[in-house]
């Protein structure tokens, strides 16, 4: 078959580390802060919080920033294994600030809606069922409903409304302008074929050409909006009453 370059294997491996990555943070950074406020409650010791001169916006605030230093280990953990994406190259700096954006920008995202739900909830186990209920309901939902809207559509690109919200369409859509190889035979990386189809981005026609658009953009600051959004309902759930 056609030779592989050292571009493409770089960029090849760019990718699937990106979604892995990608992946991982949409589930783990709601755990990092599910059981912040309702083990306080389940511990007794909420009432002692509220005696101290704390305020409910620093206690918030403390168990955010401890989550997401904990989501930002994991994630420096795996730095090294893009040291590979740089000795093969065929990635720019642009696609990688593009890629860490999305990733921190679902993380903070993820460990706000875990507090939010803990401080609704009142108990793990019940906050927990929440968080990976909505979790769920994002990141399925969004998908099943563009693809429903497209086969209803005649094959059309649902709009981008419908995916706007949701970490693994910003995570392709931030990985469109680096391709993976676009000719892959039986003798070189066959599996990387599969890559094609996941980072296409949404795809929109202008001026009768299939372009990606950059919804990244929007996600992020729609993450940013709903962070805020949610950290002021949560400072009324645990404000004492």
Request: aromatic share 8%.
């Amino acid at each position: 078959g056609p030779p592989i370059f050292s571009a493409q294997v770089g960029q090849a491996v760019f990718i699937g580390l990106t979604l892995a990555v990608q992946g991982l943070t949409i589930f783990l950074a709601p755990a990092t802060t599910v059981n912040s406020i309702s083990a306080e409650y389940e511990r007794r010791t909420y009432d002692l919080l509220m005696a101290t001169p704390v305020t409910p916006a620093q206690l918030l605030m403390g168990k955010l920033l401890t989550g997401l230093a904990f989501v930002l280990l994991l994630l420096l953990a795996a730095l090294p294994l893009f040291s590979v994406v740089v000795m093969f190259g065929g990635v720019t700096a642009a696609d990688i600030t593009r890629v860490v954006a999305v990733v921190l920008a679902t993380a903070a995202a993820g460990a706000m809606l875990g507090l939010f739900c803990s401080a609704a909830a009142r108990q793990t186990y019940t906050a927990t069922l929440l968080c990976y209920a909505l979790l769920v309901a994002l990141v399925g939902g969004t998908l099943l409903a563009a693809n429903f809207w497209s086969l209803t559509h005649g094959m059309e690109p649902a709009p981008p409304s419908y995916v706007a919200a949701n970490p693994l369409s910003a995570a392709a859509s931030a990985l469109a302008h680096t391709r993976p190889p676009e000719v892959v035979s039986a003798e070189t990386l066959r599996p990387v074929a599969a890559l094609s189809l996941l980072t296409q981005g949404v795809i929109a026609e202008v001026q009768g050409e299939r372009v990606a658009l950059p919804l990244y953009r929007a996600t992020v600051i729609l993450y940013g909006a709903g962070g805020l959004l949610l950290f002021w309902a949560s400072l009324h759930l645990v404000r004492p009453r």
